[in-house]
């Protein structure tokens, strides 16, 4: 067992001392409340027993007499036993008493206070007689004329009083175990709840562990973020804020509905949803992510153990803890993981801009190895002549290629994509033409965006035209006005129709299975290359598709603006010009 107290124990504890203290107190002041109620009900009843024995007409004609007492002795112990009292003292104004429920002690003088009688006026007290302590009321008896000519007295011991009043005390303490009853109940019962949402730790622990979580929380390179069931971000870490462009969050921040934030249509319905998701690649304008979520649940037990607490739903999810005779999961809302791949994704396109050369470098060593091959032929025949202008020949249209290229496309990368991508053209059966006009080395431009651009492009035109019947053509023109750079793809493809041209540039989207168009992501990455460069980009028809992408060189562009952080609509992608 824990040396720490869970807060469960202590809430009970503390509860459990005040349910005492308050039994107790409520317990004193109604036994207190009972005992005063009961002496004052005892003083109104002898005072009504004294007045009405003071106002008989057989006490004042009795006072009269050569002998009160033998008039009034038997009268007094009469009522005085019909009325349940202890004594009857009826008295001379001299206190010379003339009945007693002592024979002996008539005629003795009367212990006790009579001065507010002699006055005329009726009173109550407690006082100790011959009979020991007693609850007395002294009333005068008064002639025609006014004058006090006798007293009575009548009372109860207070040991009567005390009987009477411990008649009560089941009743009272009946409601205080009744009430100590109830207020333990509801401790017990709070306890347990307690101890099943705080797994049984102490206030210090939990203090503890919260300090450890949002030290990982927030020290953990991944973006972590929490959603509840109505959509609104509970939380999520510094890494989080960056990638989804969001403020960063702080203490006692309120919960900000992911409607509110600045997210992409699918990255925010996925986060609403809370559907379990592993890997699911999102593209931003800016970035692209890799998310997984899982649900967030609730384990409720009614089991004795702890059984309580928040997990993550998983297939493969581990059960620890204390054991439970059932569980029933709740679900609180959603965990989901953001992973930025947007380097790794651009190694990946520089990559395949490598492998495009590779492949363009290995088709050109075939070829080479192919001519030296009947070079060495025809001078092996003897005709040095013919091999020499074969040679002479091949090797001045080898470098009218070249210079074609580098004097119509000035930056040296972009002409090494095109020529890469002229000899995987012309392995795959397709004649590709470059038309440039003005130069974009000065442009400021980025390469690598220029790259992802303009080799995504070609590669699907490359794909569509491959899948036409010939002749297969792929063009792409390279322009510079004085504030754009114009870049131009088309092919003999089948084209896009327009009904897809608004979804061929979402993520996940193609439609190879028909010889169509769309990577599923290079279309994706070329329009947020698009953004990022501020431009535009519109899909319209020639012989097949044409895709023309317009970038500012300004860096204030008439297309969309790629914003600090995340927009959530995609690039215009209009079908204009296509027909059907």
């Given at each position: 067992?824990?040396?720490?107290?869970?807060?469960?124990?202590?809430?009970?504890?503390a509860h459990g001392l005040s349910i005492v203290m308050l039994t107790a107190f409520v317990g004193t002041a109604l036994f207190?409340?009972?005992?005063?109620?009961?002496?004052?009900?005892?003083?109104?009843?002898?005072?009504?027993?004294?007045?009405?024995?003071?106002?008989?007409?057989?006490?004042?004609?009795?006072?009269?007499?050569?002998?009160?007492?033998?008039?009034?002795?038997?009268?007094?112990?009469?009522?005085?036993?019909?009325?349940?009292?202890?004594?009857?003292?009826?008295?001379?104004?001299?206190?010379?008493?003339?009945?007693?429920?002592?024979?002996?002690?008539?005629?003795?003088s009367y212990i006790g206070t009579i001065e507010p009688a002699l006055g005329g006026r009726s009173f109550t007290e407690i006082?100790?007689?011959?009979?020991?302590?007693?609850?007395?009321?002294?009333?005068?008896?008064?002639?025609?004329?006014?004058?006090?000519?006798?007293?009575?007295?009548?009372?109860?011991?207070?040991?009567?009083?005390?009987?009477?009043?411990?008649?009560?005390?089941?009743?009272?303490?009946?409601?205080?175990?009744?009430?100590?009853?109830?207020?333990?109940?509801?401790?017990?019962?709070?306890?347990?709840?307690?101890?099943?949402?705080?797994?049984?730790?102490?206030?210090?622990?939990?203090?503890?562990?919260?300090?450890?979580?949002?030290?990982?929380?927030?020290?953990?390179?991944?973006?972590?973020?929490?959603?509840?069931?109505?959509?609104?971000?509970?939380?999520?870490?510094?890494?989080?804020?960056?990638?989804?462009?969001?403020?960063?969050?702080?203490?006692?921040?309120?919960?900000?509905?992911?409607?509110?934030?600045?997210?992409?249509?699918?990255?925010?319905?996925?986060?609403?949803?809370?559907?379990?998701?592993?890997?699911?690649?999102?593209?931003?304008?800016?970035?692209?992510?890799?998310?997984?979520?899982?649900?967030?649940?609730?384990?409720?037990?009614?089991?004795?153990?702890?059984?309580?607490?928040?997990?993550?739903?998983?297939?493969?999810?581990?059960?620890?803890?204390?054991?439970?005779?059932?569980?029933?999961?709740?679900?609180?809302?959603?965990?989901?993981?953001?992973?930025?791949?947007?380097?790794?994704?651009?190694?990946?396109?520089?990559?395949?801009?490598?492998?495009?050369?590779?492949?363009?470098?290995?088709?050109?060593?075939?070829?080479?190895?192919?001519?030296?091959?009947?070079?060495?032929?025809?001078?092996?025949?003897?005709?040095?002549?013919?091999?020499?202008?074969?040679?002479?020949?091949?090797?001045?249209?080898?470098?009218?290629?070249?210079?074609?290229?580098?004097?119509?496309?000035?930056?040296?990368?972009?002409?090494?994509?095109?020529?890469?991508?002229?000899?995987?053209?012309?392995?795959?059966?397709?004649?590709?033409?470059?038309?440039?006009?003005?130069?974009?080395?000065?442009?400021?431009?980025?390469?690598?965006?220029?790259?992802?651009?303009?080799?995504?492009?070609?590669?699907?035109?490359?794909?569509?035209?491959?899948?036409?019947?010939p002749p297969r053509l792929v063009t792409v023109g390279v322009s510079r006005t004085a504030e754009m750079v114009i870049l131009?793809?088309?092919?003999?493809?089948?084209?896009?129709?327009?009904?897809?041209?608004?979804?061929?540039?979402?993520?996940?989207?193609?439609?190879?299975?028909?010889?169509?168009?769309?990577?599923?992501?290079?279309?994706?990455?070329?329009?947020?290359?698009?953004?990022?460069?501020?431009?535009?980009?519109?899909?319209?028809?020639?012989?097949?598709?044409?895709?023309?992408?317009?970038?500012?060189?300004?860096?204030?562009?008439?297309?969309?603006?790629?914003?600090?952080?995340?927009?959530?609509?995609?690039?215009?992608?209009?079908?204009?010009?296509?027909?059907?």
């Amino acid at each position: 067992m824990s040396r720490e107290w869970s807060i469960a124990r202590r809430l009970l504890v503390a509860h459990g001392l005040s349910i005492v203290m308050l039994t107790a107190f409520v317990g004193t002041a109604l036994f207190v409340d009972a005992r005063d109620h009961s002496f004052d009900e005892t003083e109104e009843r002898m005072l009504s027993v004294a007045t009405t024995i003071a106002d008989s007409p057989l006490t004042l004609q009795a006072s009269t007499a050569a002998n009160p007492s033998a008039l009034l002795q038997a009268y007094s112990l009469d009522v005085t036993r019909d009325a349940d009292l202890d004594f009857i003292t009826i008295m001379a104004p001299d206190r010379t008493r003339w009945t007693h429920p002592t024979p002996t002690e008539i005629g003795k003088s009367y212990i006790g206070t009579i001065e507010p009688a002699l006055g005329g006026r009726s009173f109550t007290e407690i006082s100790t007689g011959t009979l020991g302590p007693s609850v007395r009321a002294v009333a005068p008896v008064m002639d025609a004329s006014g004058t006090v000519v006798a007293l009575v007295a009548a009372g109860v011991t207070t040991s009567n009083v005390t009987i009477a009043l411990n008649a009560r005390l089941p009743a009272l303490l009946a409601l205080a175990v009744g009430l100590l009853l109830a207020g333990s109940v509801m401790a017990l019962v709070l306890a347990r709840y307690l101890h099943r949402v705080t797994l049984g730790w102490g206030p210090e622990h939990l203090a503890q562990l919260f300090v450890y979580y949002d030290s990982v929380l927030h020290s953990v390179r991944e973006g972590l973020v929490l959603v509840d069931r109505t959509g609104q971000l509970v939380l999520y870490n510094d890494q989080a804020a960056r990638l989804l462009g969001i403020p960063p969050d702080a203490p006692h921040r309120p919960s900000q509905a992911l409607s509110d934030l600045n997210l992409p249509p699918d990255l925010g319905a996925l986060l609403r949803s809370g559907r379990r998701t592993k890997d699911e690649v999102f593209i931003t304008d800016t970035r692209v992510l890799v998310i997984n979520q899982e649900e967030a649940v609730a384990l409720s037990s009614t089991g004795s153990g702890a059984g309580g607490g928040v997990g993550i739903r998983s297939k493969n999810r581990e059960k620890s803890g204390r054991k439970s005779r059932r569980t029933a999961p709740v679900r609180i809302g959603s965990v989901a993981t953001i992973r930025d791949h947007t380097d790794l994704q651009t190694l990946g396109s520089e990559l395949q801009s490598m492998r495009t050369l590779s492949d363009a470098l290995r088709a050109q060593t075939h070829e080479h190895s192919n001519r030296l091959h009947t070079i060495v032929s025809l001078m092996e025949l003897g005709r040095t002549q013919e091999a020499l202008d074969f040679a002479t020949t091949d090797l001045e249209l080898s470098q009218q290629l070249t210079d074609d290229m580098v004097n119509s496309v000035d930056e040296p990368v972009i002409s090494a994509l095109i020529m890469g991508k002229v000899a995987q053209a012309n392995e795959l059966g397709i004649a590709l033409t470059v038309t440039a006009a003005g130069t974009i080395s000065d442009s400021e431009l980025s390469v690598q965006d220029l790259v992802t651009v303009l080799g995504n492009l070609i590669d699907n035109a490359l794909d569509a035209a491959a899948s036409a019947p010939p002749p297969r053509l792929v063009t792409v023109g390279v322009s510079r006005t004085a504030e754009m750079v114009i870049l131009e793809v088309a092919d003999s493809g089948p084209g896009i129709e327009a009904d897809a041209a608004d979804h061929v540039m979402q993520l996940g989207y193609s439609t190879k299975e028909n010889g169509g168009y769309g990577r599923g992501l290079g279309l994706a990455l070329v329009r947020q290359a698009v953004v990022r460069l501020g431009g535009t980009l519109t899909i319209g028809r020639r012989d097949g598709a044409l895709f023309t992408v317009t970038i500012p060189t300004t860096g204030t562009g008439a297309g969309l603006v790629a914003p600090a952080g995340l927009v959530g609509t995609a690039t215009p992608v209009t079908p204009e010009g296509m027909r059907a």
